[in-house]
């Protein structure tokens, strides 16, 4: 695959605030194809090409995330790059950044990567992508595998993170809301899509409330009432980051639900672990699903069944075989190794565009 990646905005930036995709490309004297980005990035060198010619590239990379164009009135290079691509008759792949549901004015050839955002009030531009994440499981457990767990008479669901009924913590994120929903109103680069209120904490507070209270079903909770644990330095950041993966691997499942943006990390961090998510659909962006069947790797509830959670919970574990349940975690490590873990979006990005972007 050969890489166009544009030098006309010139601007002193760190590479983690780049797109994740011109990142391995990235050097203070511009883009560049090096060997040691090659080998910590796992890619193909037969596959990947850097060119510096856009009539030979295939592939169109913009550099900076969208919501850094618009915000600095840059929209001019955005319309310039769709005018390239429509030209050379290739795509351009983007980047929208943040917690919030941000939503920017589309062009015919550029496709908008996004975690967050909700699939019904976005155009068909707009793409699911992973979160970037280092490989915990073989950082702490040094192995490449899963470690797989048998099935057991009682499934064991854990969660750990932010969850609290405390009024100042709802307090504090509805607030978070209504500023954002101002600032909205005001913005002159982004439409006035105003973002739902959705005091995640609490949130889940209630539906692990909800599981806790089901004899049949066994928790493994650990209730946080502070985003991270409150970890302020890095020692105790450290220690509540391994509590946590700690927590997922020594569950069957995991409940992953939406924060402050409609997205779940969580997701994607127990899909590393081998272990399997409880997705709670809240009209969520999932990567590649035209490539990946979500249902076959996590328990599937949308939003609307949510009352029901403890029986799908429960239906799920008792049909599954003990043969099945081992299949689908190493399955589950599988599919974040070779497709949402950042060498695996790398490595699969050639068939992402062909299967999933073009028509």
């Known amino acids: 695959m050969k890489i166009y990646i544009p030098s006309d905005l010139k601007r002193n930036i760190k590479s983690k605030e780049l797109f994740l995709l011109v990142q391995p490309f990235f050097s203070k004297s511009g883009w560049k194809l090096n060997l040691n980005s090659l080998n910590k990035w796992n890619f193909d060198y037969s596959k990947i090409m850097l ?9 169109f990379l913009i550099p900076f995330t969208i919501n850094y164009y618009f915000k ?5 290079y955005l319309e310039k790059y769709n005018k390239i691509c429509q030209k050379q008759n290739i795509l351009a792949f983007g980047f929208v950044s943040g917690d919030f549901a941000y939503s920017f004015p589309e062009y015919k050839t550029i496709t908008y990567f996004r975690m967050s955002g909700f699939r019904s ?7 699911g992508f992973p979160a970037a994440l280092t490989d915990r499981h073989h950082l702490y457990y040094h192995e490449n595998d899963p470690i797989v767990l048998n099935k057991k008479e009682t499934p064991i669901v854990g969660f750990c993170g932010h969850a609290t009924d405390s009024k100042i913590e709802f307090s504090k994120q509805t607030i978070k809301y209504l500023k954002e929903n101002f600032k909205r109103f005001f913005s002159n680069y982004q439409f006035n899509i105003y973002e739902k209120l959705f005091q995640s904490a609490y949130v889940r507070y209630k539906l692990l409330k909800k599981i806790e209270n089901d004899k049949k079903i066994k928790t493994n909770f650990i ?15 450290d220690s509540s980051t391994l509590e946590y993966y700690k927590n ?3 569950s069957d499942y995991t409940l992953c639900i939406r924060g402050t943006g409609n997205f779940s990390i969580r997701l994607y961090e127990t899909l590393m672990m ?18 990946i069947d979500w249902k076959k790797h996590v328990i599937f509830i949308e939003w609307a069944d949510i009352s029901k959670i403890n ?39 050639e068939s992402i565009v062909n299967l999933e972007i073009k028509p």
């Open 274 to 291: 081998g272990r399997i998510p409880i997705f709670i659909n809240t009209d969520c962006l999932l990567p590649f699903s035209k490539t």
């Open 311 to 349: 029986d799908i919970i429960k239906e799920f574990h008792l049909n599954i075989t003990n043969n099945n349940f081992q299949k689908i975690q190493i399955k589950n490590r599988e599919l974040w190794l070779n497709k949402l873990s950042p060498q695996g979006v790398f490595k699969s990005f």
């Open 223 to 237: 209730y946080r009432k502070k985003y991270r644990a409150g970890a302020k330095n890095k020692i105790d950041l």
């Open 248 to 250: 997922i691997k020594e």
């Open 51 to 59: 060119v510096d010619e856009i009539e030979k590239a295939e592939v």
């Open 72 to 76: 600095n009135n840059f929209k001019k």
């Open 121 to 127: 009030r976005l155009g068909d531009n707009n793409k």
